[in-house]
Each structure stands twice: as structure tokens, then as C-alpha cells.
């Protein structure tokens, strides 16, 4: 059974935080002409009538913001409005003209609820890293130049998936061996050059989780002197994945 919840004072305070944003789908209904002031002293004017509608609410550390996607045309109107971020949004709220730099207020409710599904488990992909011993014969001039240059040759090897680790075997070139009857003997002026890099590679972990939604329903108002010139009325439905459980990446 699913578990619900109602979200009070603090969430509605919560929802322009500036963490994520917020998307709504809906309509807005113009009963009087609008006119909105946009930056560098552009404005947006928008007639009476309904439109369907999609609002972001989002927020950095300094401002809040809200954007307007008005079908009123092809392509939509867009309408951006800024507040100060320390402006907190209550289950009821009214943002002022001054504080929208507009010539209305925005005032309405949201209504917010919660709902968890039960806990579910399964098995998933996932990314691990694994050691992998690479060596070849290096110079003796320099051991610090010789580890430079293998790792170089050898760097591109964390980026694919490669086999098992094993010991590195050295090539049996008897044949054109300066010292007849030994194997795997490098010249005098050479020593092998070992290192290890990380390669990536592809696994599956157990994990058990259960996931939030988060339901909206915002009613607001554009309000000026006294005046109601039009509304906006969406809902907003947003999944997160919780989890409760991971296991190591294998």
C-alpha cells in the first residue's frame, strides 16, 4: 500500500530552494492583457484568452525564477520572472509587484503531497575498476622517463574493457637471441618496466529501494489593483529513486 503524505510550510519553502526544478504542465487563462517586463527593457504582452501552458520554477544562490511557456503562438511566448531567492513560498503565498519588478502581484496556493511505493530489490548494472599489470622492456637511462613513457603508451587502456589480470609473459625469440640457449633474457642496456593502471569494467550489484513521487497543484493569480487579469493552473509529478540498499559492484 502506498504511503502518502501532505507537505506543509516547510516543503512549499522547500520547492524553490534552488535544488531542482520544478516542472508544471497547464493552462493559463488571461481575462485581461498582460504585460510583462522582461530584462534589457524588453516587455511581453500577452491578449486575453487560454493557453496551454508550462511553467519551470528554479533558483541558484542568488535569485528564484520562473518560466512562462505561453502556446499562444508558434513558437511558444516565453516569460521569464525573477525574485530574490530569501522570498519564501508558503502553501499560500504572494510574491509583490516590487519584488517581481512587475506591474502585478503573483498570488495563489500549491498543494503538495508525497506517495511511496513499496520497497523493491533487484540486480543492476554498475562500473567498477580492476588492477592490471602492464610491463615491457625499458631503457636503463632513465627509470623515471621510462615509467613516463609506458604509462603514456598504456593510459588509453583504462578506457575499454580488458581481460583477466595475469602474469606478464616475455616472447620466446630464441631464435635471434644474442645469448644462445637462454630464453627471455633482455640485453644487457634493458630492464623490464612494470606499473599497474585501473581499467574499467562492466558489473552487477543487488540494491533494494523504493520510489518517491512528489504531486503539485498550483493555482496562481496575477493581480493588479485590486484587479484579477488572469490565472494559471497546473500539476507537476516528479519520480526519485531512493535507495536503501547497494552492494559492492562485482
Not at 520547492?15 to 534589457?40: P, R, Y
Not at 508525497?114 to 533487484?122: A, D
Amino acid at each position: 500500500m502506498k504511503q502518502v503524505k501532505n507537505i506543509g510550510i516547510a516543503a512549499m519553502a522547500l520547492f524553490l530552494a534552488g535544488c531542482d526544478d520544478i516542472k508544471f504542465n497547464g493552462n493559463m487563462n488571461v481575462l485581461e492583457q498582460i504585460t510583462f517586463s522582461q530584462s534589457q527593457g524588453k516587455t511581453v504582452v500577452v491578449a486575453p484568452g487560454q493557453f496551454d501552458t508550462k511553467v519551470t520554477l528554479s533558483g541558484n544562490n542568488s535569485k528564484k525564477k520562473i518560466k512562462f511557456e505561453i502556446k499562444n503562438a508558434d513558437p511558444a511566448t516565453e516569460v521569464k520572472l525573477e525574485f530574490d531567492k530569501n522570498i519564501n513560498i508558503g502553501e499560500t503565498f504572494t510574491i509583490t509587484a516590487a519584488q517581481l519588478k512587475q506591474n502585478f502581484d503573483l498570488a495563489g496556493t500549491m498543494a503538495t503531497k508525497v506517495e511511496r511505493s513499496p520497497e523493491y530489490s533487484s540486480y543492476e548494472s554498475c562500473t567498477y575498476q580492476y588492477p592490471q599489470t602492464v610491463c615491457r622492456g625499458g631503457s636503463t637511462k632513465s627509470s623515471d622517463e621510462a615509467v613516463a613513457a609506458e604509462v603514456s603508451e598504456f593510459a588509453a587502456v583504462a578506457a575499454v574493457e580488458t581481460p583477466e589480470a595475469s602474469q606478464p609473459e616475455m616472447v620466446d625469440d630464441s631464435r635471434n637471441h644474442p645469448y644462445p640457449g637462454s630464453y627471455n633474457v633482455p640485453p644487457p642496456h634493458y630492464t623490464p618496466v612494470c606499473h599497474t593502471v585501473w581499467v574499467n569494467r562492466p558489473g552487477q550489484r543487488y540494491v533494494r529501494y523504493f520510489i518517491e513521487t512528489t504531486l503539485r497543484d498550483i493555482d496562481a493569480s496575477f493581480v493588479q489593483a485590486g484587479r484579477n487579469l488572469g490565472s494559471f493552473k497546473g500539476h507537476s509529478k516528479q519520480n526519485e529513486t531512493i535507495y536503501t540498499y547497494q552492494s559492492d559492484c562485482r
